[in-house]
């Protein structure tokens, strides 16, 4: 077989094979729709309705065309999309669609049931299809959010094309209903000749078929979750955990017997039981939590409060439990326990988390992708939370800013009556633009004390380097010492500001001579006849220096500072009739001391956490600028606020103590962590159990696992 792997090849062919799959859908939808509204058309009477009744199936038909031309431009932006690893044009429509309205909500259930509908016959032609347009995408991620042939994106792009063309509702939900199902009838044909094309052109030809649909993802078998996967390779990362949690958690729950005897009821509740359960522990919590106090909600008493409306509702309309609904809350109350128990976090941080704990039951109810899928928004959410509050709060104890920003979101979640997908994605769209334009105001902040601390580094350069040059050239005139410190401060100044100005070019060497010029007329060891003619010539040497720090650009109170310091100093060297002095020594360079290579290991950009003040606890800053040589070391807050100048010395004291330490040996806690964490727990618990089981009938000691 002949191998082409030329993604842009295969991409457009694919993108024509989808073409061609929907023009054939649309004129047999349209033929259908046809159908039923002239069977309509014969079952009217009067001949004013049979009139505007064929006015409107003319009204349908002229906008056939403009459906199809809208459709194939969706499909080419997604494609477009799908190239360049951005999200698909009709998702991030879709997302910007808000179903303010009856209508719009009815035309958006519609759609999804479709959608819903495909996804459970074609999962398994689905999976493999988005592993070989991975491939084709450079070995990034293809999940069926971003396939631009999943039913997501097929129907999706029917639907605004649909929109666009003013169809009234009812004949759209006509025209939904009718295009799900010749999409369910004809898609598993659509999928096999696309696979059956790419494994022609050798795209994973060996790729086995995926046996798992999507109720073994959701969970419809009883009293699980997931299933066990079914190959390996086929499962997430995250299923595949989910799917061990699912073995474990069932044997380890504590139910009331009141919950008991309701699993074992035929006639199971139906879920708006369970959404009026939760509505009531909501309103519940919002009458008694101050959201404003950072109250810290126990998971625990959340769950078992939740339990006491359930069974209360379930009594009253004589109806059982649900045990993957009772899989799910008592792994989402896990979940947040492992968070808000976690000390490692500021206190604020956890308490808002756990605000999040009761609409959390609402939406895991009916969506057990929160446990698997990175990408769902409520995860998202908490993963930024835990991120960028743990950053701040750690950093700055009284924050304000990214706090204040944080509750608003949470308070929002908490206390709206429908929480959904939707809800927690808004939330997460809020957080994100605030948190960007509090990190764009951080940047600001940052990049101006860094360019303090730089413009200081080199102006702290530019007088060693001035002084490094006074002193060599005093030296070789051999200039007398206090004569030396009386002159030495202004020609500093004077060197080092020619070098900030013009570096160490034309106006530098100008200024070597002119410095040259002043050490001569102060020089020691001169005979008494010089002196006499240096003291004849004095004001025209006072004035050929006024002429070179003129011409060099150095003016004003600075330059009138040199010339008195110059001139004082000649009259003390005329009085003093040239005493000399010891000759000027030079400057001892300072050596590193030990520790210096812990200095360079340090990384601009990245977080250490100081100890080295017990009293006020452990802070988190960013290490921001450092001067060459690593003299000086910035550290900034998450604000971008200086909040520690440490030196080489100190600096490396500290870390040879360890009272700094990098953030990179301590990471940030996430959802997948925490999920990770319970699964750990519940491993460690069933040990137990299995030990204790051994205990009790071969009567040996109980073995203790820390």
């Known amino acids: 077989m002949e191998q ?37 058309a014969r079952q009217l009477d009067d001949e004013q309705q049979r009139h505007r009744h064929n006015l409107k199936m003319d009204s349908v038909r002229s906008r056939a065309e403009q459906v199809g031309a809208s459709i194939n431009r969706h499909n080419q932006q997604n494609f477009a ?19 303010t309205s009856p209508a719009r909500q009815q035309d958006s259930l519609a759609i ?3 959608i819903q509908d495909s996804l459970h016959k074609q999962q398994p032609a689905l999976r493999q299809l988005n592993q070989r347009l991975a491939l084709l995408r450079g070995g990034q991620r293809c999940e069926d959010r971003n396939n631009p042939l999943a039913p997501a994106a097929l129907c999706l792009a029917f639907q605004h094309a ?87 958690l069932p044997r380890q ?54 339990y006491k ?133 951080a940047d600001r902040c940052e990049q101006r004390e860094v360019q303090a601390q730089s413009g200081m580094e080199r102006l702290d350069q530019a007088r060693s380097r001035a002084r490094q040059e006074v002193q060599s050239v005093m030296s070789h005139y051999r200039v007398n010492g206090e004569i030396l410190d009386q002159l030495s401060g202004s020609c500093i100044d004077f060197l080092a500001f020619i070098l900030l100005q013009h570096g160490e070019g034309r106006h530098w060497v100008q200024g070597q001579h002119l410095l040259k010029g002043i050490a ?8 008494r006849q010089q002196l006499v003619q240096f003291q004849r010539g004095q004001q025209r040497l006072y004035n050929a220096v006024a002429r070179g720090l003129e011409e060099s650009g150095y003016r004003g109170m600075l330059a009138n500072d040199l010339l008195a310091s110059l001139s004082q100093a000649q009259q003390r060297l005329i009085a003093e009739f040239a005493v000399t002095d010891t000759p000027v020594r030079n400057p001892t360079k300072t050596r590193p001391g030990y520790g210096f290579h812990l200095l360079q290991q340090l990384q601009v950009g990245h977080w250490y956490q100081f100890h080295d003040r017990p009293r006020s606890g452990p802070i988190l800053l960013k290490l921001a600028w450092c001067s060459e040589g690593w003299t000086r070391v910035l550290f900034v807050d998450a604000s971008g606020t200086r909040r520690r100048l440490e030196y080489a010395d100190t600096l490396a004291q500290s870390l040879q103590r360890k009272q700094v330490l990098s953030f990179g040996a301590n990471p940030t806690q996430s959802s997948d962590t925490v999920l990770d964490a319970v699964l750990h727990q519940l491993r460690l618990d069933a040990l137990r159990r299995k030990f204790s089981s051994q205990r009790v009938r071969t009567g040996r000691p109980e073995l203790k696992i820390c």
Request: charged share 20%; net charge negative; hydrophobic share 40%.
């Open 4 to 40: 082409n792997y030329n993604p842009n090849k295969h991409l457009q062919q694919c993108e024509q094979l989808t073409q061609d799959f929907c023009r054939q859908l649309l004129q047999q939808c349209w033929h259908l729709l046809e159908g039923r509204l002239d069977r309509q």
């Open 81 to 99: 999309s799908f190239r360049e690893l951005l999200p698909l044009a009709t998702e991030a429509t879709n997302n910007g669609l808000m179903p």
């Open 112 to 114: 999804n049931r479709v």
């Open 162 to 248: 649909v929109r666009q063309s003013d169809i009234e509702v009812r004949l759209r939900l006509t025209l939904y209903d009718i295009f799900g199902s010749l999409l369910a009838e004809q898609i598993d044909r659509f999928y096999h000749k696309v696979n059956q094309y790419l494994i022609a052109s050798g795209i994973l030809p060996n790729l086995l078929p995926s046996k798992r649909s999507i109720s073994d993802t959701i969970g419809r078998s009883r009293g699980a979750l997931v299933t066990a996967p079914g190959e390996a390779g086929t499962a997430t990362p995250g299923e595949q955990r989910l799917a061990q949690i699912n073995s474990l």
């Open 253 to 306: 729950m504590e139910l009331t017997a009141a919950l008991r005897n309701a699993i074992d009821m035929a006639k199971k509740s139906p879920e708006e039981l369970y959404l009026n359960a939760c509505s009531l522990l909501q309103r519940q919590i919002v009458e008694h939590v101050n959201f404003e106090r950072d109250q810290l909600i126990d998971p625990e008493s959340t769950k078992r409060q939740y």
């Open 309 to 441: 409306y359930l069974v209360a509702q379930m009594r009253q309309h004589k109806t059982g439990a649900d045990p993957d609904k009772l899989l799910a809350i008592e792994l989402l109350t896990r979940f947040f326990a492992t968070l808000t128990n976690d000390n490692k976090l500021p206190l604020e941080l956890r308490c808002l988390l756990s605000y999040l704990h009761a609409p959390g039951i609402k939406l895991v109810i009916n969506d057990h992708r929160f446990f698997s899928s990175a990408s769902h928004p409520a995860l998202q959410l908490i993963d930024l939370m835990l991120e960028t509050g743990k950053l701040w709060l750690l950093s700055q104890a009284e924050d304000e800013i990214l706090v204040e920003a944080m509750r608003s979101v949470v308070n929002i979640i908490a206390c709206e009556p429908s929480v959904t997908e939707h809800s927690f994605r808004s939330g997460l769209m809020e957080f994100e633009q605030c948190l960007n334009h509090i990190q764009q105001r």
């Open 520 to 527: 001569l007329s102060v020089q020691g060891q001169l005979p």
